[in-house]
């Protein structure tokens, strides 16, 4: 479950951009583009050119959703974590601490390019 609320640690594995739920978009800004996209079991983790959009499904059946926004001009802080080099399943992290004081450390699991997210962020917070 992906709750921003709380201090969590996201195990996330990435999809194919083309991959993300249809209803994201209706979420997007003019401009705005999809970077990256993860998901857990039943939710979705999407990096766009401004924010961290996450959508978290809801109940048994997971037709509720519920969609959180982290924009990226919040952000006073981030780290990241790059694989090892004889990784069986590469992993590595993002840790990013926002304005409010909320941290959150994003595990991804498979081939994540993290020093382009870490460059993406990197484009909005400096």
């Not at 999809?15 to 993860?38: G, N």
């Not at 983790?45 to 926004?69: E, L, P, Q």
């Not at 802080?77 to 004889?86: A, D, N, R, S």
């Amino acid at each position: 479950m992906i709750n921003i609320a709380q201090d969590t640690i996201f195990k996330l594995h990435p999809i194919d951009t083309r991959k993300i739920r249809s209803d994201i978009a209706s979420l997007l800004i003019r401009d705005e583009e999809v970077v990256a996209a993860f998901k857990t079991v039943r939710d979705q983790m999407i990096f766009t050119t401004h924010r961290i959009i996450t959508t978290d499904s809801v109940g048994v059946t997971g037709v509720k959703k519920t969609y959180s926004s982290l924009p990226y001009t919040r952000i006073q802080y981030y780290g990241i974590e790059t694989p090892g080099l004889v990784e069986l399943v590469p992993e590595s992290a993002l840790m990013v601490t926002f304005a409010s004081g909320y941290t959150a450390r994003f595990e991804f699991r498979g081939s994540t390019d993290i020093l382009e997210l870490s460059r993406v962020i990197s484009e909005y917070i400096l």
